[in-house]
């Protein structure tokens, strides 16, 4: 097989993977890269101070405030949609609009997005893809209802989307559906056990809306475990959770190495020695007189 073929198909693959999904490719833990719709997803840093405003968190220091979550990033891996090989072509028609249209969302231009987006969804129908990432923009711009009928199609469409179900859950959250969030975000973690995302999301609802703080905990451990790179942020979460819980267990302390003993230092602050000097003022080793060897029977 020749590198060009090569290459046609894996471009087929990824075009499939998009549009039968979301925003991005199944994201490999080295180098992760945010898709659109997890972007739509509340920043880490901004649950944190709402966790502080309602009093459950003591205030970090303010250089920390200011620094970004690391795992608003998120370096775990993306669910990995199937690909339907007999879309093949409908995907490769449509792939370059569609890769437009995820540049013009990452630079904020929603509206021209959109736009492009129902044009790919008309062409493309049996791909939810392009409705799920209408549902993105519609959450940025707060329209919770309209993302929610938009993301109620694309399930019409692939009822196996866990990035469908995880906005869901947002959208349903907004909204003050509570339960029904809830179940949107067990769904998408039915499709993918490993879904970092929506067992933040299920920690976030559980620990700020349910006030159920045992499954907020469990869901915000999950989603640690999932990063390459732990968050700071969760961390914190996870022992305050822990200590309200009364599960906390403190980490033993850290072994204290113990301090060299120091040389003791002669009055005259000179260094001293087992061996008194000479009369003389010599500093040399006086001699030893041995004890005569004692006397041998028969000698």
Known sequence: MSIKHTLALSAIAAALALLQGCASTPRQPEQPVESSAENSEPDLLAQLRERMAAGTLQRQEKAEEKMPSAAAEDTS???VMSVDAGKQQIAMAVAADYANAMGLMANNQDAD??????????KAPSFSGPLVNQAVILLRQKQYAEAEKQLHAALAINARNPYAYNLMGIALREQGKFADARAAYETALSIDPNYAKAHFNLGVLADLYQQDLPFALTHYERYQALQSKPDPAVANWIVDLQKRTGVYKAPPP????????????AEDGA???????????STETPATTESPAPAVDGA
């Open 77 to 79: 891996r993306s669910p």
């Open 113 to 122: 997005a959109l736009s492009l987006l129902q044009s790919i969804a008309r």
């Open 254 to 265: 850290a072994p204290v190495a113990p301090e060299p003993e120091e040389a003791p230092v």
């Open 271 to 281: 260094g001293t020695s087992d061996t008194p000097p000479a009369e003389n003022g």
